[in-house]
């Protein structure tokens, strides 16, 4: 966010420019303080909206269920920030203007679920031409996913049995978002590589 990037660059050249940081950190201070503050404020302000829309409950569910697992599975990546923050908020007004409309099949959303979980799990992690990972962060970051969407799946047995469709719908969709997302960024790094070569 263009919010966030100011304030942490600003932040961060006050830091070297008191010598409480050598001046060659001074970019990696900016990226760390920006990347809190993007969540922060993009979690924050979901919250918000979700209480406005009396969607409490359901944001916080798609905070949860999204956030964490995009984190360790990957994915593609908007070309800008402003077409970040567009995507991010639309795929969340979607779902939780969704969850209050389409009917939930049980036995159909758990198989969606299931069949996203095992395909985010393949998948993971989908690293980003800027962003490479390693062969034992690849391995931490699917066990990651492995444990995250486990979580996730038990959650949506749960949402069933307390007879919470709009909450399984919530999570089902959040899984399904990132298993397209996944698969978006492979497409992407092929093409690129393509490209290169």
Do not use: W
Not at 16 to 29: G, Q, V
Request: hydrophobic share 50%; glycine share 4%.
């Amino acid at each position: 966010m263009v919010i966030s990037k100011k304030i942490s660059d600003s932040f961060s050249k006050s830091l070297a420019d008191n010598k409480l940081i050598p001046d060659e950190y001074t970019e990696s201070y900016s990226y760390c303080i920006e990347l809190t503050l993007d969540i922060l404020i993009f979690n924050g302000s979901l919250i918000l909206i979700g209480c406005f829309l009396h969607e409490f409950l359901n944001s916080l569910i798609f905070i949860l269920a999204l956030v964490p697992l995009k984190m360790v599975a990957g994915g593609a990546h908007a070309n800008s920030r402003i077409g970040c923050s567009l995507i991010s908020y639309g795929v969340f007004f979607s779902v939780i203007l969704l969850s209050n409309i389409i009917p939930v099949n049980n036995f159909v959303f758990l198989i969606i679920s299931a069949l996203s979980c095992l395909g985010i799990v393949v998948l993971s992690p989908v690293d980003h031409p800027n962003k490479r990972f390693s062969d034992i962060q690849k391995h931490k970051l699917r066990k990651l996913s492995i444990i995250i969407c486990l979580c996730l799946f038990i959650t949506c047995i749960i949402m069933i049995q307390l007879r919470k469709p709009k909450f399984c719908f919530t999570i089902t969709t959040c899984l399904l978002v990132i298993f397209i997302n996944q698969i978006a960024g492979i497409l992407i790094n092929q093409r690129r590589k393509t490209d290169d070569s």
